[in-house]
């Protein structure tokens, strides 16, 4: 029993030293906007998926340095200086996601611009989850999607979507069958929801490090396929992005650069 206990103890203090790593750079305070821009200097976008997207990798400072205008949302629907990490529906697995990244590179691209980068992924949700609307983690995918696009209404003009998901899918074979139909229903659900069916949509790889490897090769060739349908949308490569550790999740330095590829696509998409 005392060695049980004595390991027990390890794993707690494990666990602790863990955790004030992962949120010892958080910020401390947010910053409101209490006078926001005209609805036609803000371009919205919507970040949706799972894990990869909601982002599990180490916050630095640098990446907590707000720019004045590169916004988002709290958890109370506020409208604040976007700060990593933007995910907040999951605090104990909460880190670094690639939204920052990809705001900042998109306003090196518009210097007149505001960007409202609106998080709504959350870890661990399949494909039908999202499609049927269901709850995981507590948050009603679906609904939590339409959410944020009535908020991102109020205050500009929707201009894409970055999506990464897929891992959930690989578990079971027919959710591995079924992911290209399932990828094509979401997103045109997405564009209705918006009301825009040519909206830009930019689907992330899954990475190359999983034990399972094929099987997520699987979900990329889906996502290459249905790009070549879809005259709307385009993939980032992710093959060279390293894990964080666990085989699962980019590291910190993998999603800040799946950021800058996120914007590099939908600027594209948009000329």
């Not at 201009?159 to 079924?178: C, V």
């Amino acid at each position: 029993m005392k060695k049980n206990l004595i390991l027990s103890l390890i794993i707690v203090l494990v666990l602790s030293c863990n955790s004030e790593k992962r949120t010892q750079n958080f910020p401390k305070t947010q910053v409101l906007v209490s006078s926001p821009p005209d609805q036609e200097e803000i371009s919205v976008y919507i970040m949706a998926g799972q894990s990869n997207m909601a982002g599990r990798g180490l916050v630095a400072p640098k990446d907590t340095i707000p720019h004045e205008r590169l916004l988002t949302t709290n958890a109370k629907e506020q409208l604040i200086l976007a700060k990593e990490p933007l995910h907040w529906y999951e605090p104990p697995r909460t880190g670094l996601d690639c939204g920052l990244s990809f705001g900042r590179s998109l306003l090196d691209g518009n210097p007149n611009e505001y960007i409202l980068v609106l998080p709504t992924a959350i870890g661990g949700s399949s494909i039908q989850q999202w499609i049927n609307d269901l709850e995981h983690h507590d948050v009603p995918l679906l609904s939590n999607f339409k959410n944020m696009v009535r908020f991102g209404k109020k205050y500009g003009t929707i201009k894409g979507i970055i999506w990464h998901q897929g891992e959930s899918d690989t578990l079971k074979d027919e959710d591995l069958e079924k992911y290209p139909e399932r990828l094509s229903v979401l997103f045109q659900k997405f564009r209705t929801i918006i009301g825009n069916d040519s909206l830009p949509i930019v689907l992330g790889e899954l990475g190359s490090f999983n034990k399972h490897n094929a099987r997520w090769q699987q979900i990329n060739k889906a996502i290459h396929d249905y790009t070549k349908t879809d005259p709307f949308s385009a993939y980032i490569k992710t093959q060279d992005l390293q894990h964080k550790g666990d085989s699962i999740h980019f590291d910190a330095n993998g999603q800040r650069e799946m950021g800058k590829r996120f914007a590099k696509k939908i600027m594209a998409l948009q000329q």
